[in-house]
């Protein structure tokens, strides 16, 4: 396992759009525990996508404060419910942060580490992270959500990066 350095904007590998996993195999299990030790290497890191460490495969996980990680692979939103504006920031985008427009709640299906079909209903910051890592799947960043430039500023210590 490695704590991989995080590409940041303007790195091509962020808009591409990413392959889906055919088979999880030794490469793949060894991807997902290097995101994992990346994500874990700082307490304010909330969720990682696999081409911010310079894979472009739908690999991402999540880890929210006292919850398991949640590993998802070829994840996708199956329904979005409702919209809500929030505060924003991205590990690929150091020091800012914005504010935009998310779902109140997502439903999103993927597999599991084992191959196996999972569905995940979410509300709050797991579903606004849901949504964030996905975007990053499909090459998009919060900035390209943003209502205006001005929706977009400078962090502050207590601003958490997704
Ligand atoms: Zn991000």
Do not use: F
């Not at 392959?19 to 195999?25: C, E, L, N, Q």
């Not at 505060?87 to 597999?111: D, F, Q």
């Amino acid at each position: 396992m490695a704590v991989l350095p995080i590409r940041t904007v303007p790195d091509p590998i962020l808009r591409k759009k990413t392959k889906r996993v055919g088979v999880i195999d030794r490469s793949i299990k060894k991807l997902i525990a290097d995101m994992r030790e990346t994500l874990h290497a700082d307490a304010g890191r909330v969720g990682l996508a696999a081409p911010q460490i310079g894979v472009s495969l739908r690999v991402t996980v999540i880890c929210l404060p006292e919850e398991e990680d949640i590993i998802l692979i070829n994840g996708e939103i199956a329904r979005r419910k409702g919209q809500r504006l929030v505060s924003e920031g991205c590990l690929s985008i150091p020091g800012y942060i914005g504010e935009l427009y998310r779902a109140e709640s997502v439903t999103v299906k993927g597999l599991d580490i084992n191959g196996k079909e999972i569905r995940i209903k979410a509300e709050g910051l797991l579903s606004q992270a849901l949504e964030h890592e996905i975007d990053h799947l499909n090459g998009v960043l919060y900035v390209d959500r943003l209502e205006n430039a001005d929706a977009l500023r400078k962090i502050e210590p207590e601003d958490i990066e997704i």
